[in-house]
């Protein structure tokens, strides 16, 4: 069963639009970790953020910031103006106890290519 | 200075052939991890290590063998590869132990082509 959804396959956009990334979670633990991913067309993941299911605080760091809300189970992610170089595909990510020999993995969301166009 | 370096950056190789990837961090982390990332796919688990010693393998073709030398370094050998095993391969890294919740950090990956 599919952990992690993100629905939207791909987001075009113009310079400077805001663009949101949705994330929507299933787990049945009280404890789990959400990430966010960013990986361009160079291929590396670039790590934006991890939360912790017990903070619930929303995050903003420069353009982007992102809103957790365990009521719905969703750690969505926007990037306000955008700019050429935010094309890139991002993945949500969740890591949950489950079995002992699963810690530390990850469970991908099938990820979001967003395009900025000029 | 978060970076996790892979050589090479591109391989081609052929059924037949042996090569092998590797990667490395100097963050002095003691859980390292290879990923098999098909396009327009989410990257997918192969091996976990931790502490140097092989935890975790998601039931991976013996002709990737992993191996661990030190801390510092993580190695994928391979042998008598399929062209379906073409694909980029992903180097992470995580701080302690490999458990719930570590961050990972991610090498720029080798684009592996299997002729």
């Known amino acids: 069963a599919q952990k992690v959804t993100q629905a939207q396959t791909e987001i075009s956009v113009v310079e400077k639009e805001d663009v949101t990334l949705d994330c929507v979670y299933e787990t049945r633990d009280t404890t789990y970790y959400l990430f966010w991913y960013k990986q361009p067309p160079s291929g590396e993941l670039v790590f934006l953020i991890r939360?912790?299911?017990?903070?619930?605080q929303n995050e903003i760091s420069g353009r982007y910031s992102w809103n957790f809300q365990k009521s719905t189970s969703s750690f969505n992610f926007t990037i306000t103006a955008s700019q050429v170089v935010d094309s890139a595909v991002y993945f949500c990510?969740?890591?949950?106890?489950?079995?002992?020999?699963?810690?530390?993995?990850?469970?991908f969301g099938a990820g979001t290519q967003v395009v900025v166009t000029p | 200075d978060t970076e996790v370096t892979q050589t090479p950056k591109h391989l081609v190789m052929g059924m037949t052939n042996k090569k092998s990837l590797k990667c490395e961090q100097h963050?002095?982390?003691?859980?390292m991890y290879w990923y098999k990332q098909k396009a327009k796919k989410p990257p997918e688990l192969m091996f976990v290590y931790s502490y140097e010693k092989l935890s975790i393998n998601e039931s991976v073709p013996s002709r990737f063998s992993p191996e661990c030398p030190n801390s510092s370094l993580l190695n994928l050998h391979l042998h008598a590869l399929q062209p379906e095993d073409s694909a980029l391969y992903l180097c992470?890294?995580?701080?302690?132990?490999?458990?719930?919740?570590?961050?990972?950090?991610f090498g720029p990956g080798t684009r592996l082509l299997v002729l």
């Open positions: 963050m002095g982390h003691r859980a």
């Open positions: 992470a890294s995580s701080q302690a132990e490999g458990q719930m919740g570590e961050t990972q950090y």
């Open positions: 990510a969740l890591s949950e106890e489950g079995a002992t020999d699963s810690w530390g993995k990850f469970q």
């Open positions: 939360r912790n299911s017990f903070d619930e």
